[in-house]
């Protein structure tokens, strides 16, 4: 029964748009418009054809670019499957869209790179706002916001009490080639050497494994969640106050519009509705 009401009412709401085209379509006959051009003009959206946001209109696949960092997008050790915050808020948005997602792995150093030259549609993984990415890149939401943390070897742990502490002419820093600290550091710690290793973002902390670097600095969570890995040898320096807070979310192309709105709008969604909030409380508790 409710099947034969639904059907019934799907007839009347069709009979009803088709009468109203019918009405247009009478009054721009004159001007040479019919009634399929009528209702082409009726459910217009706005969006640009050459959008992103079009493609998901016509089923198309979402190319989604990403560099691996711990608890936001990394893939499973042992599986080697794509897990994260930010992995699985990706497939959020892909169902919400019903798009199939294609995922593109890049390192942070060409990430911007590549987003411009069209490889991918979205950044996904965890950029972390600065004016340089800024200038040629469009930032979202924010989607979250975090600050850093200074990761050294448990050896040292009571030579550096605070973050103060580091910013001395003996220390040097190591950090991931086109990562935000390789930017902000130097800006924080001037009297401190510098070492910039490429590759991806965790590859930055062997130097310091090593003994060849003193400090690695990284995201506030992305730096518990290496910690608690790595706890044979690294050590948080003053965990609880993390440092150089700023904006940490996903990057579109400048220019489409239409799909920046509409991912403004989502990124606001996901996270006044808690989404965010619960993978990464999720997350951060299988990483402990």
């Not at 919400?96 to 590549?114: C, P, Q, S, Y």
Request: aromatic residues 10%; hydrophobic residues 45%; proline residues 4%.
């Amino acid at each position: 029964m409710d099947s034969l009401n639904a059907l019934g009412r799907r007839n009347f709401l069709a009979g009803a748009a088709l009468t109203g085209v019918a009405a247009v379509g009478a009054g721009l006959a004159t001007m040479g418009i019919g009634p399929r051009e009528a209702m082409a003009q009726i459910l217009e959206t706005g969006i640009d054809p050459k959008s992103v946001l079009a493609k998901a209109k016509k089923g198309e696949t979402l190319n989604v670019g990403f560099a691996q960092t711990p608890a936001w997008f990394y893939k499973d050790p042992k599986t080697g499957e794509l897990q994260g915050i930010y992995k699985d808020l990706v497939d959020v948005l892909a169902k919400d869209l019903e798009m199939k997602v294609n995922f593109v792995e890049v390192t942070f150093a060409n990430a911007t790179v590549g987003l411009r030259k069209g490889d991918f549609d979205v950044f996904g993984s965890s950029l972390v706002y600065t004016v340089p990415r800024g200038l040629v890149c469009c930032y979202i939401g924010p989607l979250w916001s975090k600050g850093s943390l200074a990761i050294v070897h448990k050896d040292d742990a009571n030579k550096f009490k605070s973050v103060a502490d580091l910013n001395r002419p003996e220390v040097t820093f190591s950090v991931n080639a086109g990562s935000s600290e390789e930017q902000r550091m130097p800006l924080i710690f001037p009297k401190a050497k510098f070492m910039a290793v490429a590759g991806q973002v965790a590859m930055a902390a062997e130097p310091v494994r090593t003994r060849r670097a003193t400090v690695y600095v990284v995201g506030d969570n992305d730096a518990i969640a290496f910690q608690r890995r790595n706890a044979a040898w690294a050590h948080i320096v003053d965990e609880k106050h993390p440092f150089d807070k700023r904006p940490n979310t996903w990057v579109v192309r400048y220019g489409d519009e239409s799909w920046r709105a509409f991912l403004d709008m989502w990124s606001t969604y996901v996270t006044v509705n808690g989404i965010v909030q619960r993978l990464y409380d999720e997350y951060m508790e299988k990483l402990s």
